[in-house]
């Protein structure tokens, strides 16, 4: 009983061991990077940029419970104006880039070499 | 703070000229604004305030604002063409002002949140800028290759910073250094500082992360790739450098070994990669490339040297780099073509031209009495005091190999003729920046301790 409500005061995530967290996220962000290197279209090459911006979200977040401190919270918001606005211009680039070629295949982009 | 202050309100008095019409007042007033805000940058200096516990105007961060703005007041004679050109002027000035801005909150700030805005504010208009060819796919091509490696590596930036705080609690970089000189580092600890190397040196453009440079350079226009090889890459070397003095110098025994790695690998990959190029734009990049490995041996001394000789290479580098970039612009534009060829006869048919850009290349190649022989001359020195004779001894064979194919556009300037010989008229303002940067050339290499003694 004694066990039970000391489990309810305590934070929802604080529940869970803070390593499984670090698994969780170095996962979701390892599936990012991979994305980036292997995926050939340009959508889901940004799809996978936003996941490994999450995943350092997630971490940020649980890291920041478990240390009681709210640095790591108010940072994370920071990440998502930033991933927001590079999304906006990264859009507007494959707007272009798609009016040219009309693709969104980056095999495309491969024209600068030497 | 006097300098991003006014630099932010430039940016947004930029905006405005578009809606209450001084599109023409808009080229000088930012010139007097740089000019002004120079000024005012060098009063913060021996102040060392900090504000916030978020920025820190230390000697170090007034030293390296001050060539940032000097350098762009330079970028901004140069690139007036760029400006003229388009319809949309005034978002291409806020873009670079703004850019401008998160550099100087690059080489100011004390906090890990500061560190990660100042880099995304200077790259997200940058991403714009070198795709700001619609039409052209090479320029889309190169912003949008610009786009993915930053974000990529602002991923690997922040993953650091997120393991780091879970190992020390705090993102202040005083906080953290002092975390782990209190015994605190922990395996999550190294795996963030590893992280982190690996996102600055991509920002840097350090071997092995490199690849991306030579493209993005290649396909942005002319004026926004010196932009890019001067002031970004000058901001991210103090960002760097401040970030490893500060912050990780306690834990230098894992990381040394790796810049050191890395270090030798950029200098023979960007030169060696340099000599096989016909285009000059793209030589100019690799040879970019190779100079963040010569000012990596800065960061690997990490001495007492190490800050002055950094901002030294830094001024002298990206003088250099603009006299080039301007040179090639005009050759480029005249012979419709950046190839090493389209130099040929420069010195028959346009003898100053021929003249400003050998004394850039022999700056950029180090030869003597030019600013770039003294900044590798310290540059070597701090590296070889530190104890890293062997990685000068590379870096003096790979300044070498430099030597070659800064000399290929040299002797086809002078000793080749060319087929159908243009003369290039040259604008009253750049000859007048020509000058200065010719002069500044030779002035910094007869008194670099006017330099070097800064920090």
């Known amino acids: 009983m004694e066990r039970v409500r000391e489990r309810l005061n305590m934070n929802a995530i604080q529940v869970i061991p803070v390593n499984w967290y670090l698994l969780l996220s170095a996962v979701l962000f390892t599936i990012g990077v991979l994305g980036v290197l292997f995926r050939r279209n340009a959508i889901i090459i940004f799809m996978s940029v936003e996941l490994m911006l999450n995943a350092v979200n997630l971490l940020l977040v649980a890291f920041s419970t478990y240390l009681s401190d709210s640095a790591g919270q108010v940072f994370v918001f920071f990440i998502m104006a930033v991933a927001a606005a590079e999304v906006a211009v990264g859009l507007a680039i494959l707007m272009s880039v798609y009016r040219n070629t009309m693709s969104t295949d980056i095999n495309i982009l491969s024209k600068l070499k030497g | 703070m006097k300098a991003l202050i006014l630099l932010s309100s430039l940016g947004v008095i930029a905006l ?10 808009l080229y000088p007033l930012v010139i007097i604004g740089l000019i002004t805000t120079f000024i005012f940058n060098a009063f913060d200096w021996g102040t060392d305030r900090i504000y916030f516990n978020m920025m820190r105007y230390d000697d170090f961060a007034v030293a390296f604002s001050s060539v940032l703005i000097g350098v762009s007041f330079l970028w901004f004679i140069m690139a007036d063409g760029f400006f003229k050109e388009e319809s949309n002027m005034t978002d291409y000035f806020a873009l670079v002002i703004f850019s401008l801005a998160g550099a100087v909150i690059m080489v100011s700030y004390s906090n890990m949140a500061m560190l990660f805005l100042g880099i995304e504010i200077l790259s997200i208009p940058m991403y714009v800028l070198a795709g700001s060819k619609k039409d052209d796919v090479l320029s889309n091509e190169a912003g949008f290759k610009y786009l993915i490696m930053g974000a990529f590596a602002s991923g690997f930036l ?9 190992a020390t609690g705090s993102f202040d970089i005083v906080e953290i250094a002092q975390t782990v000189a209190a015994g605190a580092a922990s395996s999550i600890f190294y795996a963030g500082l590893l992280l982190m190397l690996v996102g600055m040196a991509f920002k ?32 991210a070397f103090a960002a760097f450098l401040r970030l490893f003095y500060t912050c990780f110098q306690g834990s230098a025994a894992t990381w040394t070994s790796i810049v050191v790695v890395m270090a030798g690998l950029t200098m023979l990959a960007g030169n060696i990669t340099a000599v096989l190029q016909t285009s000059a734009k793209r030589m100019l990049a690799y040879s970019s490339v190779a100079h963040a490995g010569y000012m990596l041996l800065g960061l690997v001394a990490l001495n007492q040297y190490s800050q002055g000789s950094i901002l030294m290479y830094t001024l002298a580098y990206s003088v250099g780099s603009i006299t080039s970039f301007g040179v090639l612009g005009y050759v480029a534009k005249a012979k419709g073509g950046d190839a090493v060829d389209s130099f040929n006869g420069l010195a028959k048919t346009n003898p100053f031209l021929a003249f400003v850009m050998t004394v850039a290349l022999l700056s950029l190649a180090g030869i003597p009495p030019t600013a770039g022989f003294f900044a590798k001359y310290y540059i070597f020195t701090a590296a070889f005091q530190a104890g890293h004779a062997w990685l000068v001894l590379v870096a003096i064979l790979a300044s070498l190999i430099g030597v070659y194919y800064y000399f290929r556009i040299i002797i086809a300037m002078y000793f080749k003729h060319s087929n159908h010989e243009v003369t290039i008229e040259v604008s009253a303002n750049h000859k007048l920046l020509f000058v200065i940067t010719v002069l500044l050339t030779i002035a910094l290499g007869l008194m670099p301790d006017f330099v070097i003694g800064l920090l």
């Open chain 2, 16 to 25: 405005l000229a578009e809606i209450f019409s001084f599109k023409k007042l």
């Open chain 2, 158 to 166: 922040l993953f650091g910073i997120a393991l780091i705080y879970g």
């Open chain 2, 204 to 235: 840097v453009s350090a071997a092995p992360f490199h690849f991306w440079a030579p493209d993005v350079y290649q396909g942005a226009p002319t004026p926004v790739t010196a932009y890019m090889a001067t002031i970004v890459k000058t901001a």
